[in-house]
T-cell receptor, first 109, second 116 residues
Framework: GQNIDQPTEMTATEGAIVQINCTYQ??????LFWYQQHAGEAPTFLSY??LDGLEEKGRFSSFLSRSKGYSYLLLKELQMKDSASYLC??????????WGAGTKLIIKP | ETGVTQTPRHLVMGMTNKKSLKCEQH?????MYWYKQSAKKPLELMFV???????ENNSVPSRFSPECPNSSHLFLHLHTLQPEDSALYLC???????????????FGAGSRLTVL
């Protein structure tokens, strides 16, 4: 079956760095997505990886290893506003998104 | 208005009621989606419309009935729901459905449904 695994909850300190891991098992692979969802708000797109390596976008970076079925989202210089849920989704050979349950990130001062 | 707008934001209904959720997108996208989001569970894709044609119906009970009159509007008609249907219902849109490239989803803020 198809599956996305990510930690349920993580806690980090303001100003620090945090890495949210995601492992995926999909029938074929056509990309890995990360979305951010603040409580009571719409999920918003953060990143898309289809090739191995690191994609950097400001304080956020996303990494992909296709051979390991693994991705991570790296958040640097954490701010209180980064407290949110982070959703990992893999896209299979039919271009269908397989979603993880999300990682709730709590930032403490 | 811009983006994806969903109404109502909150809805409480009894099991015998009939209600509808509405979604509107102003992005010029051709694909629209309904997702169910329950606490600590992955997003569940319910329905997909691509150029107004329904392309996905993921074994959703018939008490949920979608309608897509045009590429900008999507409805979810609700009838005889069960308490386990209580969840956040998210609408999303993208350029097209099931395509390569990023094809990013733009979500609405959701309709929080409570079934008593």
């Amino acid at each position: 079956g198809q599956n996305i695994d990510q930690p349920t909850e993580m806690t980090a300190t303001e100003g620090a760095i945090v890495q949210i891991n995601c492992t995926y098992q999909t029938s074929g692979f056509n990309g890995l997505f990360w979305y951010q969802q603040h409580a009571g708000e719409a999920p918003t797109f953060l990143s898309y990886n289809v090739l191995d390596g690191l994609e950097e976008k400001g304080r956020f970076s996303s990494f992909l290893s296709r051979s390991k079925g693994y991705s991570y989202l790296l958040l640097k210089e954490l701010q209180m506003k980064d407290s949110a849920s982070y959703l990992c989704a893999g896209r299979d050979s039919n271009y269908q998104l397989i979603w993880g349950a999300g990682t709730k990130l709590i930032i403490k001062p | 208005e811009t983006g994806v707008t969903q109404t109502p934001r909150h809805l409480v209904m009894g099991m015998t009621n009939k209600k509808s959720l509405k979604c509107e997108q102003h992005l010029g996208h051709n694909a629209m989606y309904w997702y169910k989001q329950s606490a600590k569970k992955p997003l569940e894709l319910m329905f997909v419309y691509n150029f107004k044609e329904q392309t996905e119906n993921n074994s959703v009970p018939s008490r949920f009935s979608p309608e897509c009159p045009n590429s900008s509007h999507l409805f979810l008609h609700l009838h005889t729901l069960q308490p386990e249907d209580s969840a956040l219902y998210l609408c999303a849109s993208s350029q097209v459905a099931s395509s390569s490239g990023a094809n990013v989803l733009t979500f609405g803020a959701g309709s929080r449904l409570t079934v008593l």
